[in-house]
């Protein structure tokens, strides 16, 4: 009888355990999965600006052809070089995958291909934040060049610009140098610029749907609403 006791509280607490387990495991999978809804909010948002800042660049780029002594070229030309320092990243909310890899989380994922497709997930937004170091470093210098160029003061100047932020008609914004190598440098870092924001968008654009493909994943797995 005493043998039977122990038995059946040894199975009773593993029965525990078990239900215990199979509760974390799901609310690790459905914080996860709000979390995975909020990395394609921010895909979609970093998507959107960045192509329109491609766009600004690549008319940035055609004005190289362009007479830069033409008030609305140089007009123009201050205009999309403001795209060239701005820039949108992807920022992945990671706050259940830390959990996962800091407390050990990863052992109560038992349901078949959910723990690998979860880190692999995790290993494609490295891939993003690897162009994303591209991105930056390209975006900075081609602001940098630009600073060798364009006087940005102009945007105090009532000589030049209204208080709305419209130009003066009819007048000429100044450049801060006219030296044809410094403007080479500026246009240079521009294609480079626009070429690494492409090479973001395309690798933002490459991982959206697997987030989305793994929401829907693990909502089936799981059966979450």
Same mark, same amino acid.
């Given at each position: 009888?005493?043998f039977l006791?122990?038995?059946m509280g040894?199975?009773?607490?593993?029965?525990?355990?078990? +239900?215990?387990d199979?509760e974390?495991e799901?609310?690790?999978?459905?914080?996860l999965?709000?979390?995975?809804?909020?990395?394609?909010a921010?895909f979609? *948002? $970093?998507? @959107?600006?960045n192509? @329109?800042?491609?766009?600004?660049?690549e008319k940035? +780029?055609?004005?190289?052809?362009k007479n830069?002594?033409?008030?609305?070229i140089?007009? $123009?030309?201050?205009h999309?070089?403001?795209w060239?320092?701005h820039?949108?990243v992807?920022?992945?909310?990671?706050a259940?995958?830390?959990q996962?890899?800091?407390?050990?989380?990863?052992?109560?994922?038992?349901?078949d291909?959910?723990?690998?497709s979860?880190?692999?997930?995790?290993?494609?937004?490295?891939i993003i934040y690897? $162009?994303?170091?591209?991105?930056?470093?390209a975006?900075?210098?081609? $602001?940098g060049?630009?600073?060798?160029?364009?006087?940005?003061?102009v *945007?105090?100047?009532?000589?030049y610009?209204?208080?709305? *932020?419209?130009?003066?008609? *009819?007048?000429m914004p100044?450049?801060?140098?006219?030296?044809p190598?410094k403007?080479?440098?500026m246009?240079?870092?521009?294609?480079v610029?626009?070429g690494?924001t492409?090479?973001? +968008?395309?690798?933002?654009?490459?991982?959206?749907?697997? @987030?989305?493909r793994l929401?829907?994943?693990l909502?089936e797995?799981?059966?979450?609403e």
């Amino acid at each position: 009888m005493i043998f039977l006791a122990v038995t059946m509280g040894f199975i009773a607490e593993n029965v525990r355990e078990m +239900i215990s387990d199979h509760e974390k495991e799901r609310h690790y999978v459905e914080s996860l999965v709000n979390n995975l809804k909020d990395d394609t909010a921010s895909f979609a *948002g $970093a998507i @959107a600006y960045n192509v @329109a800042k491609e766009d600004s660049l690549e008319k940035l +780029i055609l004005l190289s052809r362009k007479n830069l002594r033409d008030t609305a070229i140089r007009k $123009a030309l201050y205009h999309y070089v403001s795209w060239a320092s701005h820039y949108s990243v992807f920022r992945s909310n990671d706050a259940t995958m830390m959990q996962l890899k800091n407390s050990d989380g990863f052992r109560y994922i038992r349901r078949d291909h959910v723990a690998d497709s979860i880190a692999n997930y995790d290993n494609e937004v490295k891939i993003i934040y690897s $162009a994303e170091e591209l991105y930056m470093k390209a975006s900075e210098e081609a $602001a940098g060049a630009a600073e060798e160029v364009l006087n940005y003061t102009v *945007g105090m100047d009532s000589t030049y610009m209204k208080h709305d *932020g419209q130009w003066n008609s *009819g007048v000429m914004p100044p450049l801060l140098s006219i030296d044809p190598q410094k403007e080479y440098m500026m246009y240079n870092k521009m294609y480079v610029n626009w070429g690494y924001t492409g090479n973001y +968008i395309k690798n933002m654009r490459q991982r959206l749907p697997i @987030a989305v493909r793994l929401i829907a994943f693990l909502k089936e797995k799981y059966d979450i609403e």
